[in-house]
Nanobody, 125 residues
């Protein structure tokens, strides 16, 4: 059974950092694009960052550029989202998603077919 499992969410003060992890179960990330999305209460889900596993090409939404970093660990079949300089507007449920892709780049409106259960990130003093 193919599964994505996120971890690493929690409560952090403004200006703090968190690292989210996404683990694949039942398959490998090779030949996939992996993305992080978030949904805040009352708002639509939005793409945060994505990476093509084979080339490492990345994309970020403007609001997180320079603060968030998506990375992959090919040896351990993991993808991470390092989040620094967090602010209350980053509060949301964060989801890991993927789909099989041979493209050299990823986009947030790609057909993301597999999703994790989400992990809550709360930024508050």
């Amino acid at each position: 059974q193919l599964q994505l499992v996120e971890s690493g969410g929690g409560l952090v003060q403004p200006g703090g950092s968190l690292r989210l992890s996404c683990a694949a179960s039942g398959f490998t990330f090779d030949l996939h694009a992996i993305g992080w999305f978030r949904q805040a209460p009352g708002k639509e889900r939005e793409g945060v960052a994505c990476v093509t596993y084979s080339t490492g090409s990345t994309r970020y939404t403007d609001s997180v550029k320079g603060r968030f970093t998506i990375s992959r660990d090919r040896a351990n079949n993991m993808v991470y989202l390092q989040m620094d300089s967090l602010n209350p507007e980053d509060t949301a449920v964060y989801y890991c998603a993927c789909f099989r892709s041979t493209s050299s780049y990823c986009m947030f409106n790609d057909p993301w077919t597999s999703w994790g259960q989400g992990t809550q990130v709360t930024v508050s003093a």
